[in-house]
C-alpha cells in the first residue's frame, strides 16, 4: 500500500516520502499528515480487528497495533516498539451523567495506558518510525504526560530520550516517570510555546528525531483511539465525542480517524466533536468564536492548574478546525472551579482522573445546560490522563488549599477531607455512627 507524507494545506498538497524527516512542509511551512490509498473491505478489516483481540502474538497484544492497516506507514514491523498500549476501557458513569444533565455518559479512559495517559497510543508510533529512520536520540518538550511516555518508549526501544520541560510548571508525579525512565531532562527557563521553537533548532542542528504532537506519526497512533473506541461499541458511533484541548494532536487524531473510518465504510456517520479548553488557555476558543479575525489568536502566557492543556499556541490548530468543522462541533472553554468540580466528580464515580482530562465533563455540563448538547444524547467523554498522574491537586482540593492561578481560592465544593481521630475504639465508633 502506498503511504507518503502530504502537506495540510489546501492551496499546497506537497507529497513527500513516508521515510522524510520533516514536520512542516518545506515548501509553505504547513503540517504534514500520512495518507494511504486505502483498499480494504470494512467486513474484512472489521472480523480481522475482532479476531485478534484474541490472539497472544506481540502487535495483537497492543490496543494499536492490532489496529496496524490503518496507520501502514511502515514497511517492516520489526521497528515496532509496543507496551501492549491501548486496550483502555469504556465505562459508564451514571453519577457523572446526572451532574452534566444527560442521561447516560461513557468515559474512554486513556489512563488505563502503559505510563498512564494518551500519549502512549501516539508515541509507540512516533518511537516505531524513529527505530525505522535509524535514529539515536528522540525529544520532546512537556508539561509531563508526553515526556513520560516518550521515555519509557524511547527507553523500551534502546534510543536516548532527551526532555524539555517548563521549569517549576510540571507535576512531580509525571516528572518523576521521565526521570525512572532515564530521559536527560532538562528544565527551562520558558513557556511550553518557547521551548517548542527553541527544541525545533536544537533538533535539526544535531540530528535528533522530534516527538512532540507536530510529528504526523503520533497523530496516526492516535488514531487508534477512536478505532478501538468503534470496535468495542460494535461500530455504533456516538453522537458525541468530548475531549480536552491543549495542543490539539487528540483532535486532529480523532477527526481524520473518524473520517477514514466513514470513508472505509466501517462507521455510518461522524460523530461531533466538543473540545473544551481551560479559560486561562483558550487560544482555540477564541479563535472558534470570532473565526472573521483570521489570525489564530495565541495565548503569551497562558495559565490553568490543568498542566496537560496549559498550551497558548497550539500547533495542530489548523487540522483541529478542519475536524471540528467538518463534524459539525464545537468548541468550549471552562474555569478552574469548574474543572476542579467535575473532577471530584468523576472521583465519585469510582473511575478518577487528571486535572485536564475533567474539562470534558466541566464542558458537558456546560453545553447540555445550553441546550448544545441533548440531555438524551449519546456521549463519550476521553478522560486522557490517571487519577495519580497530580496528586497534590486532588490533595489541595479535598482539603480548601486549592488555588486557582493568580492565587484566588477554589472552593472545595465536594470536598472529602480526612479527618484525625484518636485511638478510641468508642470515639470512633461514635463518629461512623
Avoid at 484566588?408 to 461512623?432: C, F, K, M, Q, W
Amino acid at each position: 500500500m502506498q503511504a507518503e507524507l502530504i502537506c495540510f494545506e489546501q492551496a499546497c498538497r506537497a507529497r513527500y516520502a513516508i521515510t522524510d524527516v520533516l514536520y512542516n512542509c518545506p515548501k509553505c511551512g504547513g503540517l504534514l499528515e500520512a495518507t494511504y490509498a486505502f483498499a480494504h473491505d470494512a467486513a474484512d478489516l472489521k472480523k480481522l480487528w475482532r479476531e485478534r483481540r484474541m490472539s497472544n502474538a506481540r502487535l495483537d497484544q497492543s490496543g494499536v497495533w492490532r489496529y496496524r492497516e490503518f496507520f501502514p506507514f511502515l514497511k517492516d514491523l520489526e521497528h515496532v516498539v509496543t507496551l501492549r498500549e491501548g486496550n483502555t476501557p469504556v465505562l459508564d458513569a451514571p453519577r457523572a451523567a446526572r451532574y452534566a444533565g444527560l442521561e447516560r455518559v461513557a468515559f474512554k479512559h486513556q489512563g488505563y495506558n502503559p505510563t498512564g495517559s494518551f500519549k502512549d497510543n501516539g508515541m509507540t508510533c512516533g518511537a516505531s518510525q524513529a527505530m525505522a529512520l535509524g535514529m539515536t536520540r528522540v525529544a520532546c518538550v512537556s508539561t509531563g504526560n508526553t515526556s513520560a511516555s516518550m521515555a519509557a518508549y524511547a527507553s523500551a526501544a534502546g534510543l536516548q530520550p532527551i526532555i524539555f520541560i517548563p521549569h517549576g510548571n510540571i507535576s512531580y508525579g509525571k516528572l518523576a516517570q521521565a526521570l525512572e525512565y532515564g530521559a536527560k531532562t532538562l528544565q527551562v527557563e520558558a513557556n511550553f510555546d518557547q521551548i517548542l521553537a527553541l527544541i525545533r533548532v536544537l533538533a535539526e542542528r544535531l540530528g535528533i528525531y522530534l516527538l512532540n504532537s507536530i510529528n504526523p506519526f503520533r497523530i496516526e497512533g492516535q488514531k487508534s483511539i477512536m478505532v478501538e473506541l468503534m470496535d468495542q461499541r460494535d461500530w455504533q458511533a456516538p453522537d458525541w465525542v468530548v475531549l480536552p484541548g491543549g495542543n490539539l494532536g487528540n483532535t486532529s487524531a480523532f477527526g481524520k480517524a473518524l473520517r477514514e473510518m466513514k470513508a472505509l465504510g466501517l462507521i455510518d456517520k461522524l460523530p461531533k466533536l466538543a473540545v473544551v479548553q481551560a479559560e486561562g488557555s483558550a487560544p482555540f476558543f477564541d479563535f472558534m468564536s470570532r473565526p472573521e479575525r483570521g489570525v489564530f489568536p495565541a495565548v503569551e502566557h497562558p495559565e490553568t492548574l490543568a498542566t496537560a492543556i496549559k498550551i497558548g499556541d497550539p500547533v495542530s490548530w489548523p487540522k483541529a478546525l478542519l475536524e471540528v468543522t467538518t463534524t459539525e462541533g464545537v468548541v468550549e472553554k471552562v474555569t478552574e472551579q469548574e474543572i476542579a468540580d467535575a473532577k471530584a466528580q468523576i472521583g465519585l464515580c469510582g473511575i478518577g482522573c487528571e486535572p485536564a482530562s475533567a474539562a470534558t465533563l466541566a464542558g458537558i455540563r456546560k453545553l447540555t445546560a445550553a441546550g448544545v448538547i441533548d440531555k438524551s444524547a449519546d456521549v463519550v467523554a476521553v478522560l486522557t490522563g490517571n487519577v495519580l498522574k497530580d496528586p497534590d491537586y486532588i490533595y489541595k482540593y479535598h482539603t480548601g488549599q486549592l488555588k486557582a492561578p493568580g492565587g484566588s481560592a477554589i472552593l472545595s465544593t465536594y470536598g472529602n477531607e480526612p479527618v484525625v481521630v484518636p485511638n478510641d475504639a468508642d470515639r470512633i465508633a461514635a463518629l461512623l455512627g
